[in-house]
Protein backbone atom coordinates (compact mmCIF):
# COMPACT_ATOMS: atom_id res chain seq x y z
CA UNK A 1 0.00 0.00 0.00
CA UNK A 2 1.18 3.61 -0.79
CA UNK A 3 -0.18 7.19 0.23
CA UNK A 4 -3.08 8.05 -1.67
CA UNK A 5 -4.56 11.22 -1.36
CA UNK A 6 -8.88 11.68 -2.91
CA UNK A 7 -10.31 15.02 -2.75
CA UNK A 8 -14.33 14.92 -3.47
CA UNK A 9 -16.48 18.31 -4.15
CA UNK A 10 -19.39 19.20 -2.05
CA UNK A 11 -22.55 18.59 -3.54
CA UNK A 12 -26.40 20.64 -3.53
CA UNK A 13 -28.93 17.92 -4.75
CA UNK A 14 -33.00 19.28 -5.92
CA UNK A 15 -32.34 22.18 -6.38
CA UNK A 16 -36.08 23.31 -5.69
CA UNK A 17 -37.96 20.45 -8.11
CA UNK A 18 -35.45 18.27 -9.11
CA UNK A 19 -36.00 15.86 -6.03
CA UNK A 20 -33.96 13.11 -5.84
CA UNK A 21 -32.82 13.99 -9.64
CA UNK A 22 -30.81 17.08 -10.19
CA UNK A 23 -27.58 18.04 -8.40
CA UNK A 24 -24.54 20.22 -8.18
CA UNK A 25 -20.84 20.16 -7.53
CA UNK A 26 -19.71 22.82 -5.31
CA UNK A 27 -16.48 24.04 -4.60
CA UNK A 28 -16.32 23.09 -1.17
CA UNK A 29 -13.80 19.97 -0.81
CA UNK A 30 -12.99 17.27 1.94
CA UNK A 31 -9.82 15.40 1.52
CA UNK A 32 -9.38 12.36 2.51
CA UNK A 33 -5.58 10.94 2.78
CA UNK A 34 -4.62 7.18 3.51
CA UNK A 35 -1.26 6.33 4.98
CA UNK A 36 -0.01 3.15 5.40
CA UNK A 37 0.67 1.89 9.24
CA UNK A 38 2.57 -0.64 10.61
CA UNK A 39 0.32 -1.29 13.50
CA UNK A 40 -2.12 -2.96 12.42
CA UNK A 41 -5.34 -0.51 13.14
CA UNK A 42 -6.61 1.92 11.79
CA UNK A 43 -6.63 4.80 12.85
CA UNK A 44 -8.37 8.27 11.69
CA UNK A 45 -7.62 11.77 12.51
CA UNK A 46 -10.26 14.62 11.64
CA UNK A 47 -10.05 18.32 10.57
CA UNK A 48 -12.22 20.41 9.99
CA UNK A 49 -15.59 19.99 10.20
CA UNK A 50 -16.77 17.01 12.69
CA UNK A 51 -13.48 17.39 14.09
CA UNK A 52 -14.86 16.25 17.75
CA UNK A 53 -17.85 14.66 16.61
CA UNK A 54 -16.81 12.10 13.90
CA UNK A 55 -16.06 8.59 14.27
CA UNK A 56 -11.84 8.14 14.99
CA UNK A 57 -11.65 4.50 13.65
CA UNK A 58 -13.52 1.60 11.64
CA UNK A 59 -16.61 3.98 12.37
CA UNK A 60 -16.01 6.46 10.45
CA UNK A 61 -18.17 6.56 7.30
CA UNK A 62 -14.41 6.90 4.58
CA UNK A 63 -12.86 3.49 6.54
CA UNK A 64 -16.24 1.50 6.73
CA UNK A 65 -16.88 2.23 2.68
CA UNK A 66 -13.72 1.81 2.05
CA UNK A 67 -13.68 -1.61 3.99
CA UNK A 68 -16.78 -2.59 2.32
CA UNK A 69 -15.76 -1.90 -1.28
CA UNK A 70 -12.64 -4.07 -0.52
CA UNK A 71 -14.66 -6.88 0.62
CA UNK A 72 -17.01 -6.53 -2.21
CA UNK A 73 -14.33 -6.41 -4.91
CA UNK A 74 -12.21 -9.51 -2.56
CA UNK A 75 -9.49 -7.19 -1.73
CA UNK A 76 -9.98 -6.74 1.88
CA UNK A 77 -6.17 -8.01 2.14
CA UNK A 78 -5.12 -4.94 0.67
CA UNK A 79 -5.52 -3.01 3.51
CA UNK A 80 -4.76 -3.97 7.47
CA UNK A 81 -3.16 -1.14 9.42
CA UNK A 82 -3.86 2.60 8.04
CA UNK A 83 -3.68 6.40 9.31
CA UNK A 84 -6.06 8.12 7.56
CA UNK A 85 -6.71 11.86 7.81
CA UNK A 86 -9.72 14.23 7.13
CA UNK A 87 -9.65 16.75 6.53
CA UNK A 88 -13.73 18.36 5.77
CA UNK A 89 -14.40 21.44 4.59
CA UNK A 90 -18.01 20.54 3.81
CA UNK A 91 -20.46 21.49 6.68
CA UNK A 92 -21.83 17.60 8.60
CA UNK A 93 -25.21 17.31 8.28
CA UNK A 94 -26.29 20.55 6.20
CA UNK A 95 -27.59 19.46 3.23
CA UNK A 96 -24.67 20.05 1.14
CA UNK A 97 -23.29 16.61 0.46
CA UNK A 98 -21.11 15.48 3.22
CA UNK A 99 -22.15 11.77 3.70
CA UNK A 100 -21.51 11.58 -0.22
CA UNK A 101 -18.44 12.89 0.02
CA UNK A 102 -17.20 10.47 2.35
CA UNK A 103 -18.38 7.24 0.96
CA UNK A 104 -17.20 8.67 -2.94
CA UNK A 105 -13.88 9.18 -1.02
CA UNK A 106 -14.25 5.29 0.41
CA UNK A 107 -14.80 3.75 -2.70
CA UNK A 108 -12.35 6.11 -4.58
CA UNK A 109 -9.71 4.66 -2.23
CA UNK A 110 -10.86 1.26 -2.18
CA UNK A 111 -11.08 0.86 -5.84
CA UNK A 112 -7.19 2.50 -6.22
CA UNK A 113 -5.96 -0.02 -3.50
CA UNK A 114 -7.63 -2.87 -5.22
CA UNK A 115 -6.72 -1.79 -9.02
CA UNK A 116 -3.51 0.35 -8.34
CA UNK A 117 -4.73 3.14 -10.94
CA UNK A 118 -7.10 5.49 -10.80
CA UNK A 119 -10.34 4.53 -10.52
CA UNK A 120 -13.00 4.17 -13.57
CA UNK A 121 -15.30 7.16 -12.52
CA UNK A 122 -18.22 5.02 -14.23
CA UNK A 123 -17.63 2.33 -11.79
CA UNK A 124 -17.02 4.68 -9.10
CA UNK A 125 -20.24 6.18 -9.59
CA UNK A 126 -21.86 2.55 -9.73
CA UNK A 127 -20.45 1.32 -6.23
CA UNK A 128 -20.93 5.05 -4.61
CA UNK A 129 -24.12 5.25 -5.66
CA UNK A 130 -25.32 1.58 -4.50
CA UNK A 131 -23.40 2.52 -0.90
CA UNK A 132 -24.55 6.06 -0.59
CA UNK A 133 -28.58 5.07 -2.22
CA UNK A 134 -28.70 8.44 -3.66
CA UNK A 135 -27.32 8.65 -6.81
CA UNK A 136 -28.65 12.36 -7.05
CA UNK A 137 -25.75 13.39 -4.99
CA UNK A 138 -23.25 10.92 -5.85
CA UNK A 139 -22.72 11.89 -9.07
CA UNK A 140 -21.97 15.32 -9.16
CA UNK A 141 -19.32 14.14 -6.34
CA UNK A 142 -18.10 11.61 -8.94
CA UNK A 143 -18.11 13.79 -12.05
CA UNK A 144 -18.53 17.48 -11.23
CA UNK A 145 -20.84 20.13 -12.57
CA UNK A 146 -24.22 19.73 -12.95
CA UNK A 147 -25.65 16.49 -13.10
CA UNK A 148 -28.87 14.30 -13.79
CA UNK A 149 -29.32 11.39 -12.26
CA UNK A 150 -31.76 7.92 -12.43
CA UNK A 151 -31.85 4.93 -11.50
CA UNK A 152 -33.54 1.42 -13.28
CA UNK A 153 -33.51 -2.28 -12.53
CA UNK A 154 -29.70 -1.99 -13.71
CA UNK A 155 -28.82 0.66 -11.44
CA UNK A 156 -27.92 4.34 -11.42
CA UNK A 157 -27.30 6.25 -14.16
CA UNK A 158 -26.39 10.08 -14.89
CA UNK A 159 -25.60 12.51 -17.46
CA UNK A 160 -24.16 15.95 -17.80
CA UNK A 161 -25.34 19.26 -17.25
CA UNK A 162 -23.73 22.26 -19.31
CA UNK A 163 -24.11 25.07 -16.44
CA UNK A 164 -23.80 28.54 -17.79
CA UNK A 165 -21.23 30.34 -16.40
CA UNK A 166 -22.88 33.05 -15.34
CA UNK A 167 -24.76 30.71 -12.99
CA UNK A 168 -23.30 31.54 -9.57
CA UNK A 169 -24.42 29.54 -6.25
CA UNK A 170 -24.46 30.95 -2.96
CA UNK A 171 -24.55 28.79 -0.07
CA UNK A 172 -26.66 30.29 3.57
CA UNK A 173 -25.37 28.25 6.03
CA UNK A 174 -27.09 27.67 9.32
CA UNK A 175 -25.75 26.73 12.62
CA UNK A 176 -28.29 24.15 13.01
CA UNK A 177 -28.44 20.78 11.82
CA UNK A 178 -31.28 17.91 10.88
CA UNK A 179 -30.76 14.52 10.02
CA UNK A 180 -31.92 13.49 6.06
CA UNK A 181 -33.66 10.84 7.42
CA UNK A 182 -35.64 12.61 9.64
CA UNK A 183 -36.77 15.64 7.38
CA UNK A 184 -37.90 12.29 4.34
CA UNK A 185 -39.97 10.68 6.97
CA UNK A 186 -42.18 13.98 6.61
CA UNK A 187 -42.73 13.64 2.96
CA UNK A 188 -45.90 12.22 1.81
CA UNK A 189 -46.07 8.98 -0.44
CA UNK A 190 -49.04 10.63 -2.10
CA UNK A 191 -48.91 14.07 -3.66
CA UNK A 192 -51.98 16.12 -5.79
CA UNK A 193 -51.81 15.21 -9.21
CA UNK A 194 -51.51 19.24 -9.69
CA UNK A 195 -48.32 19.46 -7.40
CA UNK A 196 -46.55 16.40 -9.64
CA UNK A 197 -47.17 18.00 -13.07
CA UNK A 198 -46.01 21.47 -11.73
CA UNK A 199 -42.46 20.01 -10.82
CA UNK A 200 -42.25 17.97 -13.82
CA UNK A 201 -42.45 21.84 -15.46
CA UNK A 202 -40.51 23.18 -13.50
CA UNK A 203 -37.89 20.75 -13.20
CA UNK A 204 -37.89 20.84 -17.66
CA UNK A 205 -37.31 24.43 -17.51
CA UNK A 206 -34.33 24.50 -14.33
CA UNK A 207 -32.14 22.44 -16.91
CA UNK A 208 -32.43 24.67 -19.56
CA UNK A 209 -32.49 27.83 -16.94
CA UNK A 210 -28.89 26.09 -16.33
CA UNK A 211 -27.51 25.41 -19.35
CA UNK A 212 -28.01 28.85 -21.12
CA UNK A 213 -30.64 30.73 -19.57
CA UNK A 214 -29.90 31.92 -15.84
CA UNK A 215 -33.28 35.07 -16.05
CA UNK A 216 -35.33 31.81 -16.04
CA UNK A 217 -33.86 31.00 -12.32
CA UNK A 218 -36.59 31.86 -10.28
CA UNK A 219 -39.22 30.73 -11.97
CA UNK A 220 -37.32 27.24 -12.64
CA UNK A 221 -37.30 26.31 -9.24
CA UNK A 222 -40.59 26.39 -7.53
CA UNK A 223 -41.11 23.17 -5.99
CA UNK A 224 -44.16 22.14 -4.39
CA UNK A 225 -43.08 18.14 -4.04
CA UNK A 226 -40.75 18.31 -0.92
CA UNK A 227 -39.80 21.94 0.48
CA UNK A 228 -43.38 22.31 2.14
CA UNK A 229 -43.23 19.10 3.57
CA UNK A 230 -40.11 20.08 5.25
CA UNK A 231 -40.84 23.23 6.42
CA UNK A 232 -41.91 21.93 9.72
CA UNK A 233 -38.45 20.60 10.76
CA UNK A 234 -36.61 23.77 9.65
CA UNK A 235 -38.93 26.95 9.91
CA UNK A 236 -35.96 29.30 10.27
CA UNK A 237 -34.53 27.55 6.81
CA UNK A 238 -38.20 28.22 4.97
CA UNK A 239 -38.67 31.64 6.61
CA UNK A 240 -35.14 32.73 4.77
CA UNK A 241 -35.60 30.89 1.21
CA UNK A 242 -39.52 32.92 1.32
CA UNK A 243 -37.51 36.30 2.21
CA UNK A 244 -35.11 35.51 -0.46
CA UNK A 245 -37.49 34.43 -3.15
CA UNK A 246 -39.95 37.63 -2.44
CA UNK A 247 -36.65 39.86 -3.41
CA UNK A 248 -36.44 37.95 -6.62
CA UNK A 249 -33.81 35.56 -6.03
CA UNK A 250 -33.91 31.64 -6.99
CA UNK A 251 -33.37 30.10 -2.98
CA UNK A 252 -34.25 26.83 -2.24
CA UNK A 253 -33.25 24.48 0.44
CA UNK A 254 -30.33 22.52 -0.31
CA UNK A 255 -30.37 18.86 -0.53
CA UNK A 256 -32.73 17.70 2.59
CA UNK A 257 -31.20 21.54 4.02
CA UNK A 258 -31.36 23.36 6.59
CA UNK A 259 -28.17 24.92 4.18
CA UNK A 260 -30.43 27.15 2.06
CA UNK A 261 -28.70 27.53 -1.65
CA UNK A 262 -29.26 30.59 -4.39
CA UNK A 263 -28.55 30.27 -7.76
CA UNK A 264 -27.86 33.51 -8.59
CA UNK A 265 -27.91 34.43 -12.46
CA UNK A 266 -24.43 35.98 -12.06
CA UNK A 267 -21.91 36.80 -9.71
CA UNK A 268 -22.99 40.75 -9.22
CA UNK A 269 -26.37 38.60 -7.48
CA UNK A 270 -24.45 36.46 -5.55
CA UNK A 271 -22.52 39.33 -4.17
CA UNK A 272 -25.21 41.29 -3.76
CA UNK A 273 -26.86 37.82 -1.40
CA UNK A 274 -24.32 38.20 0.32
CA UNK A 275 -24.03 40.89 1.41
CA UNK A 276 -27.77 41.34 2.38
CA UNK A 277 -27.59 38.20 4.28
CA UNK A 278 -28.89 37.73 7.76
CA UNK A 279 -26.33 37.51 10.19
CA UNK A 280 -28.85 35.92 12.69
CA UNK A 281 -32.51 35.34 12.48
CA UNK A 282 -35.28 34.55 14.57
CA UNK A 283 -35.80 30.40 15.95
CA UNK A 284 -37.27 28.09 17.96
CA UNK A 285 -38.04 28.96 21.78
CA UNK A 286 -36.59 32.14 21.23
CA UNK A 287 -33.77 31.37 20.16
CA UNK A 288 -31.32 33.03 17.65
CA UNK A 289 -30.46 31.06 14.38
CA UNK A 290 -27.13 32.69 13.48
CA UNK A 291 -26.38 32.28 9.58
CA UNK A 292 -22.81 32.22 7.18
CA UNK A 293 -22.97 33.36 3.89
CA UNK A 294 -20.39 32.16 1.02
CA UNK A 295 -20.29 32.58 -2.59
CA UNK A 296 -19.01 29.50 -4.28
CA UNK A 297 -18.14 28.35 -7.58
CA UNK A 298 -19.48 25.26 -9.44
CA UNK A 299 -16.82 22.46 -8.54
CA UNK A 300 -16.36 21.39 -12.05
CA UNK A 301 -14.16 18.49 -11.52
CA UNK A 302 -15.63 15.82 -9.90
CA UNK A 303 -13.79 13.50 -7.25
CA UNK A 304 -9.72 13.12 -7.85
CA UNK A 305 -7.42 10.42 -6.60
CA UNK A 306 -3.79 11.47 -6.48
CA UNK A 307 -1.18 8.39 -5.04
Do not use: C, K
Not at 15 to 21: A, E, I, K, W
Not at 297 to 304: K, L, P, Q, S
Amino acid sequence: MTRLRVRVPATTANLGPGFDTLGLALGLWNEVIVEPDDSGRIRVDVHGSGRGRLPRDERHLVVRTMLDTLDRLGSRDRLDGARVIARNEVPQSGGLGSSASAVVAGVAAALWLHTGALPDRDELFRLASAAEGHPDNAAPAVYGGGTIAWQDDSGAHAVPIAVDPRVTPVILVPDYQVRTAETRRLLPERVPLADAVFDVSRAALLVRALEARPDLLPAATEDRLHQPYRAEAMRPTAELIGRLRGAGHAAVLSGAGPTVLVLAQSPVEADAVVAQAPARTAGAGGLEVRWRARRVAVARDGATVVA
